[in-house]
């Protein structure tokens, strides 16, 4: 057995373990979105018009590697091509879905694949609401849920980006959830990355 032939192999199994990664994400990000529960609203918060830049970049290169091999019959490399192209769409159903911001009755969802990206409505001790050309930036300041450490009062926050079509619901179920202790700081100027 050459070099060559144990080189091919090992890059074979390679992409066949990144595709079996990439599908158990997929599943995984699938099964988040399933669990979560009275999701009030939702939006895409991906960099391409919403969507994930590097998966939807990756699928359609794939697509058009495809479109090429079938053009020109290059049959012997359908199999690798087929597990690039499941890579690249269980890679984007995984990012699509980590990156859209679920709200729920129960509290913000940045990332359903990041816990730390999750905040519930009672764990908001504050929130500031800058406008902008496109939406809104919020910025939730909101302590830890270790109800074990009560003497670690340390408060953390968490930023997020409300397009203008979501902003008039978005602002109801704040003020629902949080409006009725926190009124928002809207009308002076400030920086976002300067709030500490």
């Not at 988040?32 to 609203?41: D, M």
């Amino acid at each position: 057995m050459s070099i060559i032939n144990e080189i091919h192999s090992f890059f074979v199994l390679l992409l066949a373990l990144f595709t079996l990664a990439a599908t158990f994400l997929a599943l995984y990000s699938i099964g988040n979105a399933i669990r979560l529960r009275n999701v009030r609203l939702s939006w895409n918060s991906g960099k391409l018009w919403g969507y994930p830049l590097f998966s939807t970049l990756f699928v359609i290169s794939s697509g058009i590697v495809i479109a090429i091999s079938a053009v020109f019959q290059v049959e012997q490399y359908y199999t690798i091509f087929g597990c690039y192209a499941w890579m690249g769409i269980s890679w984007w159903i995984a990012s699509h879905l980590a990156s859209k911001t679920y709200i729920t009755d129960h509290g913000i969802v940045k990332n359903i694949n990041d816990p730390s990206q999750t905040i519930a409505w009672h764990q908001i001790c504050d929130y500031v609401e800058k406008p902008k050309s496109r939406g809104s930036d919020y910025l939730f300041m909101y302590q830890g849920s270790d109800t074990r450490n009560n003497s670690d009062k340390s408060v953390t926050r968490l930023e997020l980006f409300v397009p203008d079509r979501k902003a008039a619901k978005f602002e109801k179920i704040v003020t629902l959830k949080v409006g009725k202790f926190l009124s928002p700081v809207s009308d002076i100027p400030f920086d976002i990355k300067t709030i500490e």
